[in-house]
C-alpha cells in the first residue's frame, strides 16, 4: 500500500474514533500524528535502503549507487563481472576478475555534452560483456552519495 493512502487510512480511523465518542480528541491527535511519524520513518528507511542498492535494469546489466561498487561483498552476490564508472571519485578495483570502463564525470560541473560524448563507448563495453558471455553482468554507477 502507498504511503499516502497509509496515512490517509491513519486519519480516517482517527477521525471515526473520535466521530463515535470512543476517543478523547486531543489524544487521538497526540496518537495519531505518532503513527503518521512511524509510517514516515519507515518510508524514509525503505528509500535508504533502496538507494544503496543496485537495480537490474535489463538482463545482466544494473545500476546502482558508488556504495555497490566499491563493496565486495555485494558485487560477487550480484555476480557483476564488468563495471562503467562515471563517477570523478574514481573505481575501486578488486583486482582481475572485474572489468572496469572508466568516464569521470564530475556530476555538478558536466554537461550534457559530457555525457553524451560517453554514451556510444559505454554502449559498446556494456553489449561486448552482456552477448561475450551469458555470465556476464555489469555495473553502471556514477557519484558517491554520501
Known amino acids: 500500500m502507498e504511503r499516502a493512502e497509509t496515512i490517509k487510512q491513519v486519519h480516517l480511523a482517527y ?28 518510508e524514509r528507511a525503505r528509500q535508504t535502503i533502496q538507494m544503496n ?3 537490474e535494469i535489463m538482463p545482466n546489466v544494473f545500476l546502482g549507487p ?35 570502463l572508466e568516464h569521470p ?3 555538478r560541473k558536466c554537461h550534457i555534452q559530457d555525457i553524451v560524448r560517453t554514451v556510444p563507448s559505454c554502449v559498446s563495453f556494456v553489449h561486448k560483456a552482456i552477448s561475450s558471455s551469458s555470465r556476464n553482468r555489469v555495473l553502471i554507477h556514477c557519484c558517491t552519495v554520501e
Open 66 to 100: 558508488f556504495v555497490v561498487a566499491r563493496d565486495a561483498e555485494q558485487l560477487k552476490a550480484l555476480g557483476i563481472t564488468h563495471i562503467v564508472c562515471l563517477s570523478a571519485e574514481g573505481c575501486c578495483p578488486f583486482g582481475g576478475h572485474i572489468t572496469y
Open 15 to 42: 477521525r471515526n474514533a473520535i466521530r463515535q465518542g470512543g476517543m478523547d480528541p486531543s489524544l487521538a491527535t497526540v496518537q495519531r500524528d505518532a503513527a503518521i511519524c512511524r509510517i514516515q520513518e519507515q
Open 53 to 55: 542498492m543496485a537495480h
Open 105 to 107: 564525470l564530475i556530476e
